[in-house]
């Protein structure tokens, strides 16, 4: 059995950008995680240690967010992809990348990428 636990709107600054001012300035990301995990065990024990420690890994993906500057928000997603899926209880992560400052020359609310991995 598969359920999904939901992260949304997690905010991080950084200084990811193809332009230069993006890698001097910085922006806000911000970052939506879905996770598939069993939750049944959890449910039944009602202990942490049977599920995924959401706190902790927030705090992981926000520091991957802000850590080593990348041009692509491609390479970004992959590299938090990368961070859910070492928790061993995720069966698979969708990650959204939301960039709602990007250097476009329109109004536009946001700029969003998703991707999905799963574990081998």
Same mark, same amino acid.
């Given at each position: 059995?598969?359920?999904?636990?939901?992260?949304?709107?997690?905010?991080?600054?950084?200084?990811?950008?193809?332009?230069?001012?993006?890698?001097?300035?910085?922006?806000?990301?911000?970052?939506?995680?879905?996770?598939?995990?069993?939750?049944?065990?959890?449910?039944?024990?009602?202990?942490? /240690? $049977?599920? &995924? %420690?959401?706190?902790?890994?927030? +705090?992981?993906?926000? #520091?991957? =967010?802000? /850590? $080593?500057? &990348? %041009?692509?928000?491609?390479?970004? +997603?992959?590299?938090? #992809?990368? =961070?859910?899926?070492?928790?061993?209880?995720?069966?698979?992560?969708?990650?959204?990348?939301?960039?709602?400052?990007?250097?476009?020359?329109?109004?536009?609310?946001?700029?969003?990428?998703?991707?999905?991995?799963?574990?081998?």
């Amino acid at each position: 059995m598969t359920d999904e636990l939901a992260i949304t709107g997690i905010e991080c600054y950084a200084y990811h950008g193809v332009f230069e001012f993006e890698r001097r300035e910085g922006q806000i990301f911000v970052i939506d995680l879905v996770l598939a995990v069993d939750t049944a065990p959890a449910a039944a024990s009602d202990d942490l /240690r $049977d599920t &995924v %420690d959401y706190g902790s890994l927030v +705090a992981k993906v926000k #520091a991957s =967010v802000e /850590r $080593d500057p &990348v %041009d692509l928000i491609e390479t970004l +997603a992959q590299r938090i #992809a990368d =961070v859910c899926l070492l928790e061993r209880r995720v069966e698979w992560v969708r990650v959204t990348v939301h960039k709602p400052d990007a250097p476009i020359d329109a109004t536009f609310s946001d700029v969003a990428l998703t991707i999905r991995r799963q574990n081998s």
